[in-house]
C-alpha cells in the first residue's frame, strides 16, 4: 500500500495551496485518509482527517475553516485545500491510509495510520 503525497510549495502567507494524496497499485475506497504536518524541531502532528465515505471529517482547530479535506473516489485521490495560509503552517505535509469504517470526532493517532506518503514541503514566506 502506497501512498504518494504532492502539491506543495512556497506560497505568500495568505495564499493556497491544494495538496493531494493519490494511491499507488490499490483503492483508496475503505481508508481512511489523514493529513499530519512536521515543522523542523517539533512534533508531527494532525492535521485533518477524512473518513472512508466522505461524510465524516475532523480538523485540528487551527486550520478549521481555512483548509478542507475532500475525495474523489473517480480518481482515487484525497485533496487538502488550504486557504488563508499563514508561517505557522509551514511544515512536510504526509498523508495516511488507515483502512477502518471509524467515524473522527477527536484527533486520531498517527500510529492509527498504517500507510504513509512520502510527504510534500509546504513553505509560507513573503
Given at each position: 500500500v502506497q501512498l504518494q503525497a504532492s502539491g506543495g510549495g512556497l506560497v505568500q502567507p495568505g495564499g493556497s495551496l491544494r495538496l493531494s494524496c493519490?494511491?499507488?497499485g490499490f483503492t483508496l475506497d475503505g481508508y481512511a485518509?489523514?493529513?499530519?504536518?512536521?515543522?523542523p524541531g517539533k512534533?508531527?502532528?494532525f492535521v485533518a482527517v477524512i473518513n472512508w465515505s466522505g461524510t465524516n471529517t475532523y480538523y485540528i482547530d487551527s486550520v478549521k475553516g481555512r483548509f478542507t479535506i475532500s475525495r474523489d473516489s473517480a480518481k482515487n485521490t484525497v485533496y487538502l485545500q488550504m486557504n488563508s495560509l499563514n508561517t505557522e503552517d509551514t511544515a512536510v505535509y504526509y498523508c495516511a491510509g488507515s483502512y477502518t469504517r471509524s467515524?473522527?470526532?477527536c484527533?486520531?493517532?498517527a500510529p492509527d495510520f498504517r500507510s504513509?506518503?512520502?510527504?510534500t514541503l509546504v513553505t509560507v514566506s513573503s
Open positions: 493519490a494511491a499507488s485518509i489523514g493529513w499530519f504536518r512536521q515543522s512534533e508531527r502532528e467515524y473522527y470526532y484527533a486520531p493517532r504513509w506518503g512520502q510527504g
